[in-house]
T-cell receptor, first 111, second 113 residues
Framework: EAGVTQFPSHSVIEKGQTVTLRCDPI?????LYWYRRVMGKEIKFLLH????????ESGMPNNRFLAERTGGTYSTLKVQPAELEDSGVYFC?????????FGNGTRLTVT | QKEVEQDPGPLSVPEGAIVSLNCTYS??????FMWYRQYSRKGPELLMY????GNKEDGRFTAQVDKSSKYISLFIRDSQPSDSATYLC?????????????FGQGTTLQVKP
């Protein structure tokens, strides 16, 4: 089976610009998670979808971040406007029950 | 104070050595304990998964959980150069959202041939 796929693998944008990250979960996985790792820190939970519904968005840092999962398939995470502190690696993970399967992440650099 | 503490290393060992990786945590509500391995530019990959206290063995890997001490360990026997990676401990409270993980910072391991 295909794994969790994330696009792009790397994005470099200027402060104030908008970036949209995409995650394609494993087919049939209802649960989709976004995590983020900023440099020097641990990986941190951002939010959790069950199908198209946001189950838990307690980790979203502020209202510049918007996550969607239309139709309960792929998900997007938009950052608008981007700030320097948003730089890091954004991971997506999916599961049906139990084990999380992570994608390889999108490395975001805000200059 | 972080909920999960993990020494980032780096840890360098010769091939064949026994490796011990550890995490401590502060929240007694954690019920599920995991170890992930992450290679450079890749996503975390689940290695071991333990519910509550006890030991679990899988090949060269052994995971231990001591809830009374709030301490978890991963042992790697007969370490190989291919084990060189970052090892992340992770925990969750369960209760309907076992996927909401709290990670340690990760320990970078290098196994030298």
């Amino acid at each position: 089976e295909a794994g969790v796929t994330q696009f792009p693998s790397h994005s470099v944008i200027e402060k104030g610009q908008t970036v949209t990250l995409r995650c394609d979960p494993i087919s049939g996985h209802d649960n989709l998670y976004w995590y983020r790792r900023v440099m020097g820190k641990e990986i941190k939970f951002l939010l959790h979808f069950v199908k198209e519904s946001k189950q838990d968005e307690s980790g979203m840092p502020n209202n510049r971040f918007l996550a969607e999962r239309t139709g309960g398939t792929y998900s997007t995470l938009k950052v608008q406007p981007a700030e320097l502190e948003d730089s890091g690696v954004y991971f997506c993970a999916s599961s049906q029950a139990g084990t999380l399967h992570f994608g390889n992440g999108t490395r975001l650099t805000v200059t | 104070q972080k909920e999960v503490e993990q020494d980032p290393g780096p840890l360098s060992v010769p091939e064949g050595a026994i490796v011990s990786l550890n995490c401590t945590y502060s929240n007694s509500a954690f019920q599920y304990f995991m170890w992930y391995r992450q290679y450079s530019r890749k996503g975390p990959e689940l290695l071991m998964y333990t519910y509550s206290s006890g030991n679990k063995e899988d090949g060269r890997f052994t995971a231990q959980v001591d809830k009374s001490s709030k301490y978890i360990s991963l042992f790697i026997r007969d370490s190989q150069p291919s084990d060189s990676a970052t090892y992340l401990c992770a925990m969750s409270r369960g209760s309907g959202n076992t996927g909401k993980l709290i990670f340690g910072q990760g320990t970078t391991l290098q196994v030298k041939p």
